[in-house]
């Protein structure tokens, strides 16, 4: 039975390598596969940009959809052979192949965010990948903002109580509130629940979702829905209300906030979300990089690896796909203005001594939607409709475990690792 296993496993590597490129010209060229960068101005800018300036080597840069990218590394991992180098996608797509790559602790990462090197360890004590490259949710003000500041406060180390006073000092100030959030339709609000105050109260996501700490921190949040613009309930993208000056403190999407600072980057700057009981949460769309166990050439994978993180790949791979570094890294002039406001916010938030990151769901497969629901339901119940935070919560774990339990899908930071479904306590 073991026989056959294998050799099926071989046998769809060779369909998959003759049907997903030409093979390398020779034992130096280096197959990178990766879901990332797939369209085609940005898999030309890492194979001109990016991976041109590898000098020992060359690399075949070839963008997969997660189907196919999940399928030849399966076959390659089952067959113990294979062709494939280096491997870069999301954290979630690597989670489910921890053991098939080999430990990269000899890279030196020193130089990376320490919450984002601590994710690539997929929850064992070696560094089963490295981070590639980021991007997340951050916040945004009015210059004009800054002098309402709660006094003592530092704009780039704020708390959430130092947040609530400054909109109360602003809407003070001016006779109206002045921060907003994505509670559009189509706005990103339930990221903000999931990564941000979820992670910054609780240090949990899923597990503690209903806990006293979970009450605590929907109390602080319906605080600052009280100094929110009421308008935020219609606000989809927080670049249009900023730049329309209804609102000067946002949190969003990066690409949400780009415009405001490209179209007036001298009236805008961008921070980290604010911290609070249990860490500076936030959420992070992180990509890795991996080199498999069955790579042909390990020393040569690792050399790509090593280059793959310098400051000036960092940079080139960020022109190349717009994903930020996940290094320290002096950004140049010529970079649009919303690319150097969010990459030194970035580079804080996420190299904060109290990060804590939330990532995105993993494992749900297509119940992500119902998940993502139900932190809508519940801010909308409790923020919105004024309900009972304990019903509320009660209601919304019911759910939560129906779905997790249904996908059986182990819990993601910052709950910590699961045998099994993600306990709803």
Same mark, same amino acid.
């Given at each position: 039975m073991r026989r056959h296993t294998t050799t099926t496993s071989a046998l769809a590597l060779i369909a998959f390598a003759a049907t997903s490129g030409p093979a390398p010209a020779n034992a130096q060229e280096l197959l990178f596969w990766s879901t990332q960068a797939r369209p085609v101005e940005e898999a030309q800018g890492m194979r001109e940009q990016v991976l041109s300036g590898f000098e020992d080597a060359? *690399?075949?840069y070839q963008p997969q959809d997660a189907g196919p990218f999940i399928t030849r590394l399966r076959a390659e991992t089952e067959a113990n052979q294979g062709t494939i180098a280096v491997v870069g996608a999301l954290h979630g797509e690597?989670? %489910?192949? %921890?053991?098939a790559f080999m430990d990269l602790s000899a890279v030196d990462v020193s130089a990376a965010s320490p919450a984002l090197v601590e994710l690539g360890r997929l929850g064992t004590d070696e560094q089963r990948y490295v981070p590639w490259m980021q991007a997340t949710y951050l916040m945004a003000a009015n210059k004009a903002a800054l002098e309402h500041l709660p006094e003592g406060a530092d704009v780039n180390a704020l708390g959430w109580d130092e947040l609530i006073a400054w909109g109360r000092a602003m809407e003070e100030a001016t006779g109206s509130p002045k921060i907003g959030l994505p509670a559009g339709p189509q706005g990103l609000r339930h990221r903000i629940v999931q990564g941000y105050f979820y992670p910054s109260f609780t240090d949990s996501m899923v597990t503690r979702f209903r806990s006293d700490d979970a009450v605590a921190m929907w109390e602080t949040v319906k605080e600052l829905w009280e *100094?929110?613009?009421p308008? /935020?309930?219609?606000?989809?993208?927080? #670049?249009e209300p900023l730049l329309a000056d209804e609102v000067w403190v946002a949190i969003d999407h990066t690409a949400r906030l780009a415009e405001a600072f490209n179209q007036r980057p001298d009236d805008f700057i961008a921070f980290p979300a604010p911290a609070g009981p249990t860490g500076r949460g936030f959420m992070p769309v992180v990509a890795g990089i991996a080199v498999p /166990?069955?790579?042909?050439? #390990? $020393?040569?994978?690792?050399a790509l690896v090593r280059y793959m993180m310098q400051p000036e790949t960092q940079i080139a791979t960020l022109r190349a796909t717009n994903f930020f570094p996940v290094v320290d890294v002096e950004l140049p002039e010529d970079m649009p203005p919303s690319v150097r406001a969010a990459g030194a916010?970035? %580079?804080l938030q996420s190299g904060a001594p109290d990060a804590n990151p939330g990532l995105l769901p993993v494992g749900l497969g297509d119940l992500g939607g119902q998940f993502n629901q139900v932190y809508v339901d519940t801010f909308e119940r409790i923020v919105l409709a004024g309900q009972p935070i304990e019903q509320v919560l009660e209601d919304g774990a $019911? $759910?939560? &475990? &129906?779905i997790v339990n249904e996908a059986g899908a182990p819990c993601w930071a910052p709950d910590a690792p699961s045998e099994g479904p993600c306990p709803v306590e």
């Open positions: 060359s *690399v075949d690597l989670t %489910a192949f %921890a053991d *100094v929110t613009s308008r /935020s309930t219609s606000y989809n993208f927080m #670049q /166990s069955t790579a042909p050439d #390990q $020393e040569a994978s690792l916010a970035i %580079a $019911e $759910e939560l &475990r &129906r």
